[in-house]
C-alpha cells in the first residue's frame, strides 16, 4: 500500500522502561541496530499497526504498555534504489511514520524477540534516549533524529523523590504528604552525614577517610 508519491504508511516504536531508556534492537543477521517499526496494513490505524508491531517484534501486549506521545505529522525517509526490489523501482520510494513513545509498565522478562516465527531482532538491550545513530542504517538517520526530538519533551519526569535518594539525602513525610529531606544525624562511627553507611576501613574521626569521602582539598 503507497500512497501518491510512493510512501508506503509505516509506524516507528520508542519503547521506555522507568528510567526513560529505549528499547534498542539489534536487526538479525546483521551489525545494524534499530527501533521496533513496521507497515500499517490496509485498514489499520496508526494506533493498531503499532499494538500489532510491538508484539510482533518485542512480543508485547497493549496492557504492557502506555502511550505517552506519537508524533504529530508522518516522517519520510526515501530508500537507495540498492536497497529496494527490482520489481518495485519506479514506484516505490520509501517509508512515511508515524512514531509512538510507549512507556513500559510491564517486566522486562515480558519482552521476548522470538513471539512469531518471522522475528526482526536478534539480541535488545537497554540505551540512553538519544542512541548512538551512527550504527543506524544510514537512510533513516535523519528521520530517527527528527522523531527523538519532536518526542523528547514528553520523556516522563523521574520522581522528586529518586533524586534525593541518589544524592544519598534520606526524606521524611510531613503531615500534608509532601516528602522533604529528613534532617541531617550521625547515628554512629559508621554512618556519614544523612545516614549513609561507610563502606569498610572508613571512619568519621578526624574527617571522613573514604575515597567515597574525601578530605576537603584532597
Do not use: C
Amino acid at each position: 500500500m503507497l500512497d501518491r508519491e510512493g510512501f508506503r504508511p509505516n509506524v516507528g516504536i520508542v519503547l521506555l522502561n522507568q528510567r526513560n531508556q529505549v528499547f534498542w534492537g539489534k536487526r538479525i543477521r546483521t551489525h545494524s541496530w534499530q527501533f521496533p517499526q513496521g507497515g500499517i496494513d490496509r485498514g489499520e490505524s496508526p494506533e493498531q499497526a503499532m499494538f500489532r508491531e510491538l508484539h510482533e517484534e518485542v512480543g508485547l501486549l497493549p496492557e504492557h504498555v502506555r502511550i505517552v506521545a506519537r508524533t504529530r505529522d508522518w516522517l519520510r525517509y526515501e530508500v537507495p534504489d540498492r536497497f529496494i526490489r527490482r520489481d518495485a523501482r519506479g514506484h516505490y520510494k520509501g517509508q512515511k511514520q508515524i512514531w509512538y513513545l510507549l512507556q513500559l509498565v510491564a517486566q522486562d522478562w515480558q519482552l521476548n524477540l522470538r513471539a512469531t516465527n518471522h522475528p526482526e531482532f536478534d539480541a535488545w538491550r537497554w540505551n540512553d534516549y538519544w542512541v548512538p545513530l551512527d550504527v543506524v542504517v544510514e537512510f533513516k538517520r535523519g528521520v530517527y533524529e527528527l522523531a527523538l526530538t519532536e518526542l523528547a519533551r514528553f520523556l516522563p519526569r523521574p520522581e522528586q523523590r529518586n533524586r534525593y535518594l541518589r544524592g544519598g539525602v534520606r526524606m521524611r513525610e510531613r503531615g500534608d504528604g509532601t516528602a522533604v529531606p529528613a534532617p541531617i544525624t550521625h547515628s554512629g562511627p559508621d554512618t556519614a552525614p544523612g545516614g549513609i553507611e561507610l563502606p569498610p576501613g572508613a571512619s568519621l574521626s578526624g574527617g571522613l577517610r573514604s575515597p567515597l569521602f574525601p578530605r576537603s582539598g584532597s
